[in-house]
């Protein structure tokens, strides 16, 4: 990358420059004894050109290609959504390339973190229980399940505002006028963990409420299945509680059966019970909250002991991107996911439509064939789907990531791939499909944040490590989920969402190799317990199944 601080050549092949900072109409140009004045004023994250480009030319990005000109461009004028349009190379079965360059990764061999140990040979970094509903029916009496038992077992967030509520209610009863309401001081509170638990080795009981099980097709059924099973199995659940109706296209017989395709040796506590069968909701509840608290109890037993870091599965997400997100934070995700590689851990890399224009490159990196012919499969298959829906690939980009650089959606994809690093690709798998190959692992889902994170748990990911340029509060119930700011102005304007800054890169205080190095220590604190990431500190359990239609 040739870096100035005031804009920034990804790649020696790309015709456009990263502004790094808001830049003047007029501000002189210097690169590669090249030397021009902007024709435009250019926000910072935004792109401007280096060549005179004409109708019908190619934009390339990190050296691929990202866009076609719609109208002639002068050098140093501001790409747009109004003179530019959507294009990606297409792609074929090509060669293998998997020659890479490891990181130097000494310094980590020997490193440990503390987690969960189960008979599978899979170590968690958190110990859950979960109640799932089997169908969207039973998601009241998982409510009241939830009501019953976080309380009294220890596991209540301290409630933010309700002290502020009282003072409202007070000043309204005593004859206060809106201008009186709206200027009343509201103190910040942040949520915290309850200080006593009754089960103190156990993270807390997770609800994972949703709208499927029954009225889509079988294969939503078998697909939703599966994802349950994959929580169910995940090493960071202990045990679960499953509320079925009974009568549903989400039979317990699939769960089973998609449990033992995930583990064999399956020895969990598992409780099952099918409210059809069982009579009256309070005979239901109540064997499920005795039930419970006896799995709770065996639980409890279970405590955190030293394991290495090959035994990290990591769900590398962004959401809420920009126009740093492909220079700071998500190249840093990348170097972690090599060093993790190398350590021979897992990473997954998911949000198929946001590959498109990189899957050359992807796919040149799989293994082998069968392994690149099923990379490529899904992409088209999902892309065909999506173009019948009239809404391709290239539709993918929001309004945020638009306003924020990202204004093509190969733009975004070459961008957001950054964050698979550059190993081998191990393994293609189809959503609800479990990791259980070492590398790097790409699972099909789409881009929506919650919809990918909920996946990429469900496959195996015991943490998610989660990019972004503009600010989520996105989470999992069982997995903790990092954030990363893809610059210093989110991170600073929403500390209480966001854990680790990436700006620094954008500023040129510190290198991608050394911002990865600060990440993979606060990954092991976190995978150690010893920290908690923000999402889990404000309870923000996040949990919606794909239904296997279009979603971008």
């Known amino acids: 990358m040739e870096h100035t601080h005031k804009y920034l050549q990804i790649h020696p092949g790309d015709n456009v420059l990263v502004a790094l900072q808001d830049l003047p109409k007029g501000t002189l140009i210097q690169l590669n004894n090249q030397q021009f004045p902007l024709t435009d004023p250019v926000a910072g994250k935004h792109k401007f050109s280096l060549q005179p480009l004409n109708p019908g030319d190619n934009i390339y990005m990190y050296g691929v290609l990202v866009g076609k000109a719609d109208t002639a461009i002068p050098q140093g004028a501001a790409i747009t959504t109004k003179n530019i349009h959507h294009a990606a190379e297409d792609f074929t079965l090509g060669q293998r ?329 191990t393994a293609v798998l189809d959503y609800p499909e479990r990791v259980t190959k070492p590398g790097l692992n790409l699972l099909c889902t789409p881009g929506n944040d919650v919809e990918s994170t909920t996946a990429e748990v469900g496959s195996g990911a015991n943490i998610v490590l989660f990019t972004t340029g503009l600010g989520t509060p996105t989470g999992n119930p069982i997995a903790p989920v990092v954030k990363l700011s893809t610059n210093s102005k989110t991170f600073s304007k929403m500390p209480d969402i966001l854990d680790i800054n990436c700006g620094t890169i954008i500023e040129g205080t510190e290198t991608i190799p050394e911002a990865a190095d600060r990440i993979m220590n606060y990954v092991i604190e976190v995978a150690s317990g010893n920290v908690q990431p923000k999402a889990v500190l404000l309870g923000q359990d996040d949990f919606i199944p794909w239904r296997r239609g279009v979603s971008l």
Request: proline fraction near 4%; charge should be negative; charged fraction near 20%.
């Open 97 to 425: 390339r998997l020659n890479w360059q490891q990181p130097e990764v000494t310094k980590w061999k020997n490193k440990t973190f503390m987690g969960y140990h189960r008979a599978d040979g899979s170590v968690g970094t958190a110990n859950y229980w979960i109640v799932i509903p089997l169908v969207f029916c039973e998601n009241r009496n998982v409510e009241v399940l939830k009501e019953a038992l976080v309380d009294k077992l220890g596991y209540s967030k301290t409630k933010a505002f309700e002290a502020d509520v009282e003072t409202l209610v007070d000043l309204y009863r005593n004859g206060g006028a809106a201008a009186d309401i709206l200027e009343a001081p509201i103190e910040e509170v942040f949520t915290e963990q309850a200080a006593h638990r009754v089960f103190p080795h156990v993270d807390g009981i997770k609800f994972l409420n949703h709208d499927m099980g029954c009225g889509g097709t079988r294969l939503d059924a078998h697909s939703l299945c599966g994802l349950l099973a994959g929580y169910i199995t995940h090493p960071n659940v202990a045990g679960a509680t499953v509320l079925s109706l009974g009568c549903q296209h989400a039979q317990a017989s699939i769960l089973k059966d998609e449990i033992m395709k995930r583990d064999p040796g399956f020895n969990k506590p598992l409780i099952v019970l099918e409210q059809q069968k069982e009579g009256t909701e309070q005979q239901l509840l109540k064997k499920a909250i005795k039930q419970t608290f006896a799995g709770l109890m065996q639980a409890n037993e279970i405590k955190r002991q030293p394991a290495p870091l090959s035994k990290l599965c990591i769900g590398l997400e962004c959401g809420g991107s920009d126009g740093f997100s492909g220079i700071s934070a998500n190249p840093a995700l990348g170097y972690v996911s090599d060093i993790l590689v190398a350590l021979g851990g897992s990473v997954i890399l998911s949000e198929f439509p946001e590959l498109c224009g990189v899957e050359q490159e992807l796919s040149d990196r799989c293994v082998d064939e069968v392994t690149a012919l099923k990379f490529m499969d899904l992409m088209r298959v999902y892309n065909a789907k999506a173009e019948a829906d009239g809404s391709g690939f290239y539709a993918n980009p929001s309004p945020g990531n638009i306003r924020d650089g990202l204004i093509t959606d190969a733009i975004k994809s070459a961008g957001a791939a950054k964050k698979g690093g550059t190993s081998p690709v």
